[in-house]
């Protein structure tokens, strides 16, 4: 019987040795295979073809023998120790590097020192991970031989912008103040004390510019560094009563005694008069600065001042007028005047209030506001609204309140919890002071098109009778003069038009921006009017939102996420 060994050579591989003899048994290369599983050698790299070779040779050998005649070995190197081998992947945008193992076929593993002395190769130079190292090597040395394992080595670093400069106010606003009442033992608050004046002297700290930063550099895994957008610029700005401090140009100070007011980049100080109530024994109020009321505005007076109007109680069937915010603690209540079914033009409500900034107040009815964005916290009903911006009725995370009827002309939005009424009490909402403005600035294009248009042909035709003229009454200077004053408004029609363009898309654009929402309930009776688009509720929605969109209005259910 021919006999097959596992014999390990000089190489540190291992041999196939047979010893021919000649019976009835045949050594296949499958008894080969199952010699190799058996033995300790079955993680080796199999070369078969010299297994067919052996194998081929052995029977070569065989055929002519006698019965049990022996043979000379027969030797072939058919298993190979191979070490770990590795390949290193480097992230087309250099962000990260990945290597992929194929394991030990009885040779060596691979040490997370030679997976780093692998990748260095490669290029990587920045972004390793010691734990992924270790963790790839001991997985490299506990799967099965032969197998794949990866896992990323090394990431780069993005860089970290810069953040842009910053006004911190160091002094707190008379909106804060009333915003924040101060709290009774039991918890409650006390809407009617509003603890000491906010009043700053000349030489007082009023905010500061934190400057901008550079931000951070980043790098790529082969070392090339990524550089941040530093943060922007902005101005400390120093309105009135104010000044930049000689011994800090980053902090605004005083230079009055007064009230401070916030503004863009900055801050102001107003002259500050304060009062406990406005009543017949005061009189009307006319300031230049800031006004403070303790109490109420009581019924038929008035308030005017050139800064900010902050008022801790009522506002009853009085007139306020300010050059910046008003804030009133409680709430502004008028008479009641029936609204349903009366041009909005010849509606006089008792209260009016106008500031060139913004408004809050905790409720409102029967008023005529006109403001900037207007928030009142709980309810706002039978008023007549005009806000160049946003309308909020609820806190100020949430748009909880109740907007009851009234007339709404609002530039942006208008939020609220729930919106119209059970009694379907009209609520009209429109959207038309910056349509008007952007229809008016589309007719003086017109009106300029018209001219330009004119103009062009009455040139064109001019050109034509010079070019028929007889050769010898043409006038070329002239000619040439009129084609050019020809090409000049030409160019000044296409601008136009382009212009008309230009303005057309952003008329569109804005009415499609343009909202209304419900948070809670959407009453019948509310009209969305957008442009020449109306249309109204005529049934009960819950949380919904109504704007317009391919010529018509749409409500449409606000789903939560």
Known sequence: ????????????????????????????????????????????????????????????????????????????????????????????????????????????????????????????????????????????????????????????????????????????????????????????????????????????????????????????????????????????????????????QNVLVSTLVGLPRVIDNGMEVDEVYKLKNVDISTGHIKFQGSVIIDGDVCEGMKVSATGDITIGGFVESSFLDAGGDITIGTGIIGKKYETDNVDVKDINMSVKINAKGNIFAKYCQYAEINCQDLRIENQMMHSIINVNGQLWVGNEEHANGKLIAGHIHAGTSVHAGCLGATAGAPTIITFDKRIDEYKDEIDAVDKKIKEESDQTEELKGAINKLKLLPKDKQQPELLKKVVTTYKFHAGKLAEDLQEKAMLEDLLQEYMGQVFVEATEKLYHGVELVVGDFRDRSRREYGPSKMKYSERKIHIEPIVHT
Request: hydrophobic share 40%.
């Open 1 to 248: 019987m021919t006999v097959a060994n596992l014999v390990t050579n000089k190489n540190n591989h291992v041999d196939l040795v047979l010893i021919p003899k000649k019976d009835n048994k045949v050594i296949s290369e499958a008894n080969i295979h199952e010699l190799i599983k058996a033995s300790e050698f079955s993680d080796l790299h199999l070369e078969m073809a010299n297994v067919k070779n052996a194998v081929a040779e052995l029977n070569g050998v065989l055929k002519p023998l006698q019965a049990n005649q022996e043979a000379s070995e027969i030797r072939y190197q058919i298993l190979e120790r191979r070490d770990a081998s590795i390949t290193i992947n480097i992230d087309s945008d250099e962000m990260g590097c990945s290597a992929e193992i194929t394991t030990a076929l009885g040779g060596k593993h691979l040490s997370a020192k030679a997976i780093l002395h692998a990748a260095q190769a490669a290029g990587i130079t920045k972004g390793f991970s010691k734990e992924e190292l270790i963790k790839l090597a001991r997985a490299g040395a506990k799967e099965p031989a032969g197998s794949i394992v990866k896992a990323q080595i090394a990431w780069g670093k993005e860089p970290v912008n810069g953040k842009d400069s910053q006004i911190k106010p160091l002094v707190e606003s008379a909106q804060n103040r009333i915003l924040k009442p101060k709290e009774r033992e039991d918890g409650s608050v006390d809407m009617r004390d509003l603890g000491d004046i906010i009043c700053v002297k000349v030489g007082d700290p009023l905010a500061q510019k934190i400057p901008f930063t550079q931000g951070k550099k980043g790098f790529t895994v082969t070392g090339n560094p990524l550089e941040p957008v530093p943060g922007e610029d902005i101005e400390l700005k120093a309105g009135e009563g104010t000044t930049i401090s000689p011994k800090n």
